[in-house]
């Protein structure tokens, strides 16, 4: 005959917090996100201005510059948007 002998362990029943406490939590927690929203709401908004024709072809040369080692025919196609592009023409 085989038994099992299987340790017992005892385990403290969980103590609830309490109307009191959970009720602080809440408090804390709202005043918390009152705080936040009260913040994102006073930040400044940023006035961004639009770019010129000819800010925004140099900045895609720039970016066709990137390639030019790599991949000289992207780059010349991206050289050649930035032309047009500055130009205003569309082709």
């Not at 038994?3 to 969980?14: R, T």
């Not at 959970?22 to 927690?29: E, T, W």
């Not at 639009?50 to 720039?62: G, K, Q, T, Y």
Request: charged content about 20%; aromatic content about 6%.
């Amino acid at each position: 005959m085989t038994s099992n002998i299987l340790p017992s362990q005892s385990f403290k029943p969980a103590q609830p917090l309490g109307f009191g406490k959970a009720l602080s939590h809440l408090a804390v927690a709202t005043q918390r996100m009152a705080v936040a929203l009260l913040n994102a709401l006073r930040r400044p908004q940023r006035q961004q201005r639009r770019l010129s024709l000819v800010e925004e072809a140099n900045e895609l040369r720039e970016y066709a510059h990137q390639f030019l080692r790599n991949d000289p025919a992207f780059a010349s196609d991206l050289y050649a948007a930035a032309d047009r592009h500055e130009l205003g023409t569309k082709a």
